[in-house]
């Protein structure tokens, strides 16, 4: 497997956004290759196909780029933008069925505004339809895919009322025709903004619970 790095800036001017890709392996790193838009706080995915899919960002908002299945190629298409402007928002890739789709929620719009909106994108249709809000805006946060099931972890939204940065609970929703698509509260300990997250085997779960004496 490879890291692949989009675009982003560095502390030398970060107001100046990099027009490159660079690929990260065990051998280490790859020759930079070109990449067409230049933005920050974007979000990428990687399709079943190898593809990779980047979407909007400060600089770029509306916008979506498709890769071909060797990113490192430097071929890059624009696809349909998406029907909201956002950076610093989350992204993720699932089957729907048959049909793979991508998940693009919160974050900022150019002006600045926090977002609750939720949108999806099906590749093979070149197509943007939307989904439910979410229950609060949320920003600097991660979607994570269980199946049919997708769970925002992490991040903040600012309280109108105090202007105070709340942290919430995780929200899920769930994907697929017999389903009832709404978000529901997970609930859960303190909130995180900025979390990383990622999908481990159950057997891991439970290990880690026996070490901690809770199986």
Same mark, same amino acid.
């Given at each position: 497997s490879s890291l692949i790095m989009i675009s982003g800036y560095n502390f030398d001017n970060e107001n100046q956004a990099l027009s490159s890709t660079q690929m990260l392996t065990i051998e280490g790193p790859k020759k930079e290759a070109p990449y067409p838009s230049q933005s920050r706080l974007a979000a990428?995915?990687?399709?079943a196909t190898g593809e990779v899919m980047v979407t909007g960002g400060r600089g770029s908002q509306r916008g979506v780029w498709m890769s071909s299945s060797s990113p490192t190629a430097g071929v890059w298409k624009k696809r349909?933008?998406?029907?909201? @402007?956002?950076?610093?928002?989350?992204?993720? *890739?699932?089957?729907?069925?048959?049909?793979e789709v991508v998940v693009v929620a919160g974050g %900022?719009?150019? *002006?600045?505004k926090e977002l609750s909106s939720v949108h999806v994108y099906k590749p093979h249709q070149d197509q943007w339809n939307r989904l439910p809000h979410m229950p609060y805006p949320r920003v600097d946060f991660a979607l994570q895919v269980s199946d049919l099931m997708i769970t925002a972890v992490g991040g903040h939204?600012?309280?109108?009322a105090s202007g105070t940065k709340v942290a919430p609970d995780p929200w899920s929703l769930v994907l697929g025709a017999n389903s009832?698509?709404? %978000?529901?509260?997970? @609930? @859960?300990?303190?909130g995180r903004s900025g979390a990383m997250t990622t999908s481990v085997p159950i057997s891991w779960i439970k290990k880690l619970c026996q070490v901690r004496g809770l199986a």
């Open positions: 990428a995915v990687t399709l349909r933008d998406m029907l909201t @402007g956002r950076m610093g928002h989350a992204a993720a *890739a699932l089957m729907n069925g048959r049909t %900022w719009d150019s *002006a600045g939204y600012t309280d109108p009832q698509v709404r %978000w529901v509260e997970e @609930g @859960g300990r303190e």
